[in-house]
């Protein structure tokens, strides 16, 4: 592993990404609704959040702009004129999970071999094997 203490970095790793989740949860439950717990605050977004990632195919820039398409797909009710069509919010509101599903079914049928994920990914690492 060229000197770099394995185990040491995936714990530290673990960690801040751990971290980054408290932040984003603190972001929700204290921006978003105001410092009042609400049940369902997300409505499960974080599925979202991993359809990004395997739509990503593990890319960052992918990811950057898969977010902002599917932050679009949220937000599309405030900012579509209503008086064109009068269109259900519930419509909205399960816009960005079809949306979701659509793009996973067009991800799966045009995966290939260089798009999945890395061959290590979920493989434990023990420092005999070596």
């Not at 978003?32 to 974080?46: A, C, F, K, R």
């Not at 395997?54 to 898969?66: E, M, V």
């Not at 902002?68 to 405030?78: E, H, P, S, T």
């Not at 209503?82 to 793009?103: C, D």
């Amino acid at each position: 592993a060229a000197g770099i203490k394995v185990t040491k970095l995936k714990y530290l790793n673990v960690l801040l990404g751990g971290g980054i989740c408290g932040i984003g949860g603190s972001y929700c439950s204290l921006i978003i609704n105001g410092g009042v717990w609400m049940s369902n605050s997300v409505n499960g977004l974080g599925w979202i959040a991993v359809a990004l990632v395997i739509f990503a195919s593990w890319s960052p820039n992918k990811a950057i702009f898969g977010s902002f398409i599917f932050g679009a797909f949220n937000v599309l009710k405030y900012y579509f004129p209503k008086t064109i069509i009068t269109i259900p919010n519930a419509i909205y509101s399960m816009l960005p999970f079809v949306i979701t599903a659509l793009v996973l079914v067009i991800t799966s049928i045009r995966k290939s071999k260089e798009n999945s994920q890395p061959a290590s990914c979920g493989v434990n690492y023990y420092r005999e094997e070596r």
